[in-house]
């Protein structure tokens, strides 16, 4: 386009012109010029000419154009209402064309009007001016709405949804009982009045509604019916009803004159609609805590494998199982104390199998396993963005154990600043998840186990006392294997039994010889020790026989009731004697030797007349021993007369 030819098209074009106008080249197939109304109208906002061809918006209108683009050119001008031009996002417009073939040129000045609007603006202008001349006054719209009521009176006072009249201008024409009944306003109320400043002038969530943006309102410009199912209607009392509603236009001799409207009360919709949210959110929740006890019953299967029964006769079993027998029925709490190694998981399970819970999880908290600042979450659960890493609900283990038994394993490990949030549920079963304000109540019996003396904790301020008062309801003793020697043939007939199935070696035996050995050894890692041996054993034999002759190597046998005194350490040992000690007897030697300084220093392993001093050896060296021997130095402590013992159990 020559400079000549672009000013006569901008003359053309009008400059601001509220026509949307273009120029097109139908021979390039180009869109050359548009200005403002018609950029606005196509959603133009790229630089003029377009690349792309002009047909690419013509979709199937493509055949109409040539023919109409031929008349253009062989007229000068043209019209057409038959076209559809898509816009730059593709959404199609129905247009009235108004084209004008520029002089000396191959290009076309075209006018496009949106149909859509253009009948709108004319029905609006005929139904003024038809009001203006009297033809269709006011007084006819109000017949038509008398019309519509009369005709439709048993449906409208039968209908169960709300029912009302609206003329164009939005007054209310006539109202239907229903309507009366849930909008709380009485026909004399609404009739005459405009509906949406009386009850639809508000959002739900108390924003303002304007009237231009009101889809009822829609109706009577655009004719179209409109649908609406999460807006809120409002009651004479204030409050906000859900409602959804269909705007229905209404045409009087092809003139459109008003609207009626149908509403539905939604609440109890919306109460069903919420009770389902909450109650798929209750299965989830369920599901999630189903999932998590069912790892958890996993690990009771396993525990269950590993630890089938109490086995033993002696009086220390029979003890055991008789405390165990008037506990289990009751909901106390119980403290189980005792050397690792001794079986304390095993008796809180047959507390839990005996008790009215056991058809509920016995869910285990190994607290010594829990890092410091995941306490509190592991206990209680969480909520999504409690935290970083917090990306969703999560209950507690004191959740999972509702209605069961929760088994704190190391109970002396939990922080001190969490114990009283645990003294908390003891007392009033109610907790709150981390980053949750809602208190939640549980039904939770709990046994702990620890293998360390709570009440010197306590003393060293390291351990509640108000705790472990909760906790140590019903105290139990877990005995170490060590004073219960008599049980060892038994408790090792009964891991071989279970090794020879899980390994799949069968006939496997031990020689009497050698269970002598296995009841010679002071076994300081208890019945954990016992059993890994067992297994070791059974996965080494060639000959199917169990050999346990290298246990005492360098161990020397229990030491009972030995009270020797302890020799110098610069006392000198007869060369004939030493020549006739074997390993064996050296080590028992050792052994007597520092049980009998233990005896003299009271107890007392290092410092000034301690056991180590006695013996000439350093502290830690004489610790080593004593842990290797199993020997617990507080069975030497002296005490005060008249002064029961108190009782010291490790876990």
Partial sequence: MDEQQRTHAAALMGGFSPLAMIVVDPYADKLLDANSAACELLNINEALPLKAPFS???????????????????????????????????????????????????QLLLTLIDRNKAEQRRAKA???????????GWQRVEQVFERIEKQNQLILG??????????????????????????????????????????????????HFPVQQCPIHASFSDGQVHHVDNEVFWHKNGEAIPVEYTSTPIFEMGRLVGAVVLFRDIRERKRAEQQLRDALAEVESLKQRLELENEYLQEEIKAELNHRDIVGNSPAVAKLIQQIELVAPTSANVLISGESGTGKELIARAIHAGSSRSDRPLIRVNCAAIPRDLFESEFFGHVKGAFTGAVQDRPGRF????????????????????????????????????????????????????????????EEGHFREDLYFRLNVFPIDSVPLRKRIEDVPLLARHFLQRACLKFNKPGVRIPPAQLEILQR????????????????????????????????????????????????????????????????????????????????????????????????????????????????????RRREPHLSPRHHALD
Avoid: C
Wanted: without cysteine; glycine residues 8%.
């Fill in 56 to 106: 690419h918006r013509l979709s199937a209108s493509l055949p109409l154009w040539v023919s109409f683009t031929d008349e253009t050119l062989v007229q000068k001008t043209a019209w057409s209402d038959d076209l559809v031009i898509l816009d730059m996002l593709r959404q199609p417009y129905r247009v009235e064309v108004y084209a004008q073939h520029i002089e000396d040129s191959s």
């Fill in 126 to 136: 005929e139904l003024g001016r038809q009001h203006r001349q009297g033809e269709v």
């Fill in 158 to 207: 039968a209908a169960g949804e709300g029912i009302y009249g609206l003329d164009a201008e939005g007054k209310t024409t006539f109202v239907n009982p229903a309507a009366e009944r849930i909008l709380g306003w009485s026909t004399e109320d609404m009739v005459g009045h405009d509906a949406h400043l009386m009850f639809h002038h508000t959002h739900a969530d108390g924003s």
């Fill in 399 to 458: 959740e999972l154990a509702h209605g069961g038994t929760l088994f704190l394993d190391e109970v002396g490990e939990i922080p001190l600043e969490l114990q009283s949030k645990l003294l908390r549920v003891l007392q009033d079963q109610q907790f709150e998840r981390v980053g949750d304000n809602r208190t939640r109540e549980v039904d939770v019996r709990v046994i702990a186990a620890t293998n360390r003396d709570l009440r010197d904790m306590i």
């Fill in 521 to 636: 050894y002071p076994w300081p890692g208890n019945i954990r020790e016992l059993e890994n041996i067992i297994e070791r054993q059974v996965i080494v034999t060639q000959d199917r026989r169990l050999m346990f002759d290298d246990l005492l190597l360098g161990e020397p046998p229990r030491a009972i009731g030995l009270t020797n005194p302890v020799a110098p350490a610069h006392a000198s040992v007869e060369k004939s004697e030493t020549l006739l000690l074997t390993e064996h007897a050296l080590g028992q030697r050792q052994r007597e030797s520092t049980i009998a300084a233990l005896e003299r220093a009271g107890g007392k392993v290092s410092g000034a007349g301690g056991a180590a001093e006695l013996l000439g050896i350093k502290p830690t060296t004489l610790a080593s021993r004593l842990n290797k021997w199993g020997i617990d130095t507080r069975e030497f």
